[in-house]
């Protein structure tokens, strides 16, 4: 089984619908972090978390929103998709000690 | 975190050594530099990291310029499985404060 599980892994729905993007991770780790990934870019971090109780904006959080129900989870949120949030989401969790970022295999999200 | 510069696309053949090379001019003096590589359809994975001296591991080796402001990922012999972006990324103390800053990488292509 995957260290950094994410669910789904592809999903299309319409603009104006909330969708909800799920992650799990068996790591131990503190520290989440959701990132977006459009074709032809590198990844952009929208939130991450240090802590069950510390939430953090990461460069692009308009439009999304988080919540870290456990260590082990951390879900990513559109209360109102649009077309443009169209693209590849990664969640990761982050190694204290080096540092090191560990990555889910994605979820790919298609609002028409 | 600071920017980093790398060429877009490289291209080298199979069983040959590659340098993948990435300039970082603003570099701190407490900055490490990370390397994480995408495969095809996946998330990103973990190659190296240093802050002084040069670094090697199972996958790569990494060589720090003296004055820090440039840095090259050494694949000692590419296979096919090595085809993918490579991201050098600088990230402040070596730990997890927060999320790396992703830019579009190189893409690598390795000829059979």
């Known amino acids: 089984d995957a260290d950094v599980t994410q669910t789904p892994r592809n999903r299309i729905t319409k603009t104006g619908k909330r969708i909800m993007l799920e992650c799990s991770q068996t790591?131990?780790?503190?520290?989440m972090y959701w990132y977006r990934q459009d074709p032809g870019l590198g990844l952009r971090l929208i939130y991450y978390?240090?802590?069950?109780?510390?939430?953090n904006k990461g460069e692009i959080s308009d439009g999304y929103s988080v919540s870290r129900q456990a260590q082990a989870k951390f879900s990513l949120s559109l209360e109102s998709a649009i077309p443009n949030q169209t693209a590849l989401y990664f969640c990761?969790?982050?190694?204290?000690?080096?540092?090191?970022?560990?990555f889910g295999e994605g979820s790919r999200l298609t609002v028409l | 975190d600071a920017k980093t510069t790398q060429p877009n696309s490289m291209e080298s053949n199979e069983e040959e050594p590659v340098h993948l090379p990435c300039n970082h001019s603003?570099?701190?003096?407490?900055?490490?530099i990370h390397w994480y590589r995408q495969l095809p359809s996946q998330g990103p994975e973990y190659v190296i990291h240093?802050?002084?001296s040069n670094v090697n591991n199972r996958m790569a080796s990494l060589a720090i310029a003296e004055d820090r402001k440039s840095s090259t990922l050494i694949l000692h012999r590419a296979t096919l499985r090595d085809a993918a972006v490579y991201y050098c990324?600088?990230?402040?103390?070596?730990?997890?404060?927060?999320?790396?800053?992703f830019g579009k990488g190189t893409h690598l292509i390795i000829q059979p």
């Open positions: 790591k131990g780790h503190d520290r």
């Open positions: 990761a969790t982050s190694d204290i000690t080096s540092g090191e970022l560990f």
């Open positions: 978390s240090f802590d069950v109780k510390d939430i």
């Open positions: 990324i600088l990230r402040d103390d070596g730990g997890g404060a927060d999320g790396l800053t």
């Open positions: 603003t570099i701190s003096g407490t900055d490490y």
């Open positions: 240093g802050l002084t």
